[in-house]
């Protein structure tokens, strides 16, 4: 987990992750500035590295950090450092907003170089994709918000999804129900939510959401996008709020911790 923090945090980095295997490195959402190059360099990958590159949706935590991304790419391909291609997977209207922002923040010269280096694959809903040899069903979360993509993968027999960031849709319950890991936002615990107006986002507590996987019988839940004010104390908080609303294993993810599938 290279961030957990939602769109306001400033002592967390907003959250996006990296899965890893053999085959290579598979970012997910770049957070929203050139800190998510940093982070990769604490976990010890070079952004030459991450050949596949996902984007959720086109919030400014989420897709900004891609852009840096792209100005260090296009730099070191002009310099020959850099040859091989980078898949970024995205939906319709992130493609959109990844195009415009680009035109109006880069130079010409590196829009050029990373029409070389950069292929985009603009996703359908249910769209399967092989990814660093795992499969990939990249679907619609069906947001209130704007467009957004999760995906459901198996991972070592095991069934993942990740729902991006907004609370599950009751349309999709089906299809996450039994899933042995269900990566999810949690904004806030229940009892702030008042002060956090997590519902009023678009977001979930810790115990709604807790709530909803364990009628699902989800095995394993993982919390991120959250907020940051009990600092060192959010997981403890925010692990006894889940267990007491769910009855599989809850993960409440430092920056940098790595869960292992």
């Given at each position: 987990?290279?961030?957990?923090?939602?769109?306001?945090?400033?002592?967390?980095?907003?959250?996006?992750?990296v899965?890893?295997?053999?085959?290579?490195?598979?970012?997910?959402?770049?957070?929203?500035?050139?800190?998510v190059?940093?982070?990769?360099?604490?976990?010890n990958?070079?952004?030459?590295?991450?050949?596949?590159?996902?984007?959720?949706?086109?919030?400014?935590?989420?897709?900004?950090?891609?852009?840096?991304?792209?100005?260090?790419?296009?730099?070191?391909s002009?310099?020959?450092?850099?040859?091989?291609?980078?898949?970024?997977?995205?939906?319709?209207?992130?493609?959109?907003?990844?195009?415009?922002?680009?035109?109006?923040?880069?130079p010409?010269?590196?829009?050029?170089?990373?029409?070389?280096?950069?292929?985009?694959?603009?996703?359908?809903?249910?769209?399967?994709?092989?990814?660093?040899g795992?499969?990939?069903?990249?679907?619609?979360?069906?947001?209130?918000?704007?467009?957004?993509?999760?995906?459901?993968?198996?991972?070592?027999?095991?069934?993942?999804?990740?729902?991006?960031?907004?609370?599950?849709?009751?349309?999709?319950?089906?299809?996450?129900?039994?899933?042995?890991?269900?990566?999810?936002?949690?904004?806030?615990?229940?009892?702030?939510?008042?002060?956090?107006?997590?519902?009023?986002?678009?977001?979930?507590?810790?115990?709604?959401?807790?709530?909803?996987?364990?009628?699902?019988?989800?095995?394993?839940?993982?919390?991120?996008?959250?907020?940051?004010?009990?600092?060192?104390?959010?997981?403890?908080?925010?692990?006894?709020?889940?267990?007491?609303?769910?009855?599989?294993?809850?993960?409440?993810?430092?920056?940098?911790?790595?869960?292992?599938?």
């Amino acid at each position: 987990m290279l961030g957990v923090g939602h769109g306001g945090t400033i002592d967390l980095y907003n959250t996006c992750f990296v899965i890893q295997n053999e085959n290579g490195n598979f970012l997910v959402d770049t957070g929203g500035s050139i800190e998510v190059i940093k982070r990769l360099r604490k976990v010890n990958i070079e952004i030459g590295d991450v050949r596949n590159i996902f984007i959720s949706h086109n919030h400014t935590d989420h897709i900004l950090g891609l852009i840096w991304m792209f100005k260090k790419l296009g730099v070191s391909s002009i310099n020959g450092k850099i040859k091989n291609k980078t898949n970024v997977y995205c939906n319709d209207v992130v493609y959109e907003s990844i195009i415009g922002i680009s035109k109006c923040t880069l130079p010409e010269k590196i829009i050029k170089e990373l029409s070389k280096i950069i292929d985009f694959h603009i996703l359908k809903n249910d769209e399967q994709i092989n990814i660093n040899g795992i499969k990939y069903t990249f679907f619609d979360i069906n947001p209130r918000d704007t467009k957004q993509f999760g995906f459901e993968s198996v991972i070592n027999g095991k069934r993942l999804m990740f729902l991006g960031d907004e609370t599950l849709n009751p349309n999709l319950y089906e299809r996450v129900k039994n899933a042995d890991y269900v990566m999810h936002e949690a904004f806030c615990l229940d009892s702030e939510e008042s002060i956090f107006h997590a519902y009023q986002k678009n977001h979930s507590t810790v115990k709604s959401v807790s709530k909803t996987m364990n009628e699902l019988n989800v095995k394993n839940l993982i919390l991120y996008h959250t907020e940051e004010s009990h600092g060192i104390e959010r997981k403890k908080l925010y692990i006894e709020e889940g267990k007491n609303n769910f009855n599989g294993n809850i993960y409440v993810p430092d920056e940098l911790e790595v869960i292992e599938l």
